[in-house]
């Protein structure tokens, strides 16, 4: 009822002993606390990965296409898994599901996800590596044009998570994005961090891959090339795969405990604290995490510009942080060799504006079908 002597409102309370008692609040503090039930159910609302009330055949959609484009990305220069996630709309659930393993939490929908996502990728991997391999080296534009589609079809995705846009996720998506850039740029000039290593570096090596494995818009090897380690990482591989076909135990000893292992420890570490850390940011800081997501996956289009060409490597020049030499540049692969920019004709233009619109469908219809697919699950359960 509402008291005109004191401007308020009171409302009478009855508890468990029959007793009654009167609380009473200003106009004021009726709005604040109105506000505060708002937020704390807006809360709520965002689905977790475990929660019953999201539909399982949309999230296996889901998965399952964020799993295969994360294996296609895995064999494209300069393309994150991580991207591809975050772009299917699967990103934070698949963030959930790591974290909860290295945490030794198993739960069905965490485990649901990480199946979905790890079959899917090796699928995609084992069944299209060839021809993706073929397609990126001989039509770069295209395949390019491709993915800066299938990634650009993700931001309403995302959008859709963190709406409405508040200024911690701008000022966060604006300082992903710039990142990003610096990033692109020391790509495209083949910046590196020179061939010195130890144990040390090649334990920061392993937490740097781990953390290109979760994050989007980060490319693992180009990380491993700026630490310096992509070259001493590769040769230790060579040499342990050399020493088993071999069967020369001994020689297998010294890069496995010098190479692999420190590699090997930073990716655990790296994988369970990137992982948490995220899921905690994701939980407590929903917004400005989820701006940031939006800004690594504008500012990974950069690195992707289509109309860029590979050329044959020239002495001296330094490819994968090795010097090209008369010796050696037989070794280097064509998907490795540098790139330079051209300028397209008006064929190419118009139909790489198509090819994005297509990725770009792709990745929205498929997100639609996942949402059909939660809607008609929850139907059926009413």
């Given at each position: 009822m509402y008291d005109r002597r004191t401007n308020a409102s009171v409302i009478r309370l009855v508890d468990r002993s029959g007793d009654r008692h009167n609380a009473e609040w200003n106009n004021e503090t009726l709005t604040i606390s109105l506000e505060s039930l708002n937020k704390e159910l807006s809360n709520d609302s965002q689905p977790s990965i475990n929660d019953p009330a999201e539909p399982l055949a949309g999230l296996v959609t889901k998965s399952v296409f964020g799993g295969i484009l994360m294996g296609l990305a895995n064999l494209v220069p300069g393309i994150s898994g991580g991207t591809m996630l975050l772009a299917a709309g699967v990103y934070p659930k698949f963030v959930d599901g790591v974290a909860e393993v290295t945490t030794f939490r198993f739960r069905f929908r965490s485990l649901v996800v990480l199946g979905c996502v790890g079959v899917a990728a090796a699928l995609g991997i084992l069944m299209f590596a060839g021809l993706l391999k073929t397609l990126v080296v001989e039509q770069r534009w295209v395949m390019y044009s491709l993915f800066i589609g299938l990634t650009l079809g993700g931001l309403p995705v995302v959008y859709k998570l963190v709406k409405p846009l508040d200024g911690s996720a701008i000022i966060s998506a604006i300082v992903a994005f710039a990142a990003m850039v610096i990033f692109a740029w020391l790509q495209f000039t083949n910046a590196d961090g020179g061939g010195q290593t130890n144990w040390l570096l090649l334990l920061v090596a392993g937490l740097g891959g781990a953390s290109a494995m979760i994050l989007p818009g980060l490319s693992g090897g180009y990380i491993l090339l700026l630490?310096?380690?992509?070259?001493?990482?590769?040769?230790?591989?060579?040499?342990?795969?050399?020493?088993?076909?071999?069967?020369?135990?001994?020689?297998?000893?010294?890069?496995?405990?010098?190479?692999?292992?420190?590699?090997?420890?930073?990716?655990?570490?790296?994988?369970?604290?990137?992982?948490?850390?995220?899921?905690?940011?994701?939980?407590?800081?929903?917004?400005?995490?989820?701006?940031?997501?939006?800004?690594?996956?504008?500012?990974?289009?950069?690195?992707?510009?289509?109309?860029?060409?590979?050329?044959?490597?020239?002495?001296?020049?330094?490819?994968?942080?090795?010097?090209?030499?008369?010796?050696?540049?037989?070794?280097?692969?064509?998907?490795?060799?540098?790139?330079?920019?051209?300028?397209?004709?008006?064929?190419?233009?118009?139909?790489?504006?198509?090819?994005?619109?297509?990725?770009?469908?792709?990745?929205?219809?498929?997100?639609?079908?996942?949402?059909?697919?939660?809607?008609?699950?929850?139907?059926?359960?009413?």
């Open positions: 630490l310096g380690q992509y070259v001493p990482i590769l040769d230790g591989v060579d040499e342990f795969k050399t020493a088993l076909s071999n069967r020369d135990v001994s020689a297998a000893i010294e890069p496995a405990l010098h190479v692999m292992l420190p590699v090997g420890i930073g990716v655990v570490i790296g994988v369970m604290a990137i992982s948490n850390l995220l899921k905690w940011l994701l939980k407590n800081h929903r917004k400005s995490t989820l701006g940031f997501l939006i800004g690594l996956l504008l500012g990974s289009v950069i690195g992707l510009f289509p109309f860029q060409q590979s050329y044959q490597p020239k002495f001296g020049q330094k490819v994968k942080g090795r010097i090209v030499t008369p010796e050696n540049i037989h070794e280097i692969e064509q998907d490795d060799w540098p790139t330079n920019v051209f300028a397209p004709d008006g064929f190419q233009v118009v139909a790489s504006i198509g090819i994005v619109a297509v990725g770009f469908g792709i990745t929205v219809g498929v997100a639609r079908i996942g949402g059909r697919s939660d809607n008609n699950d929850e139907q059926s359960e009413h």
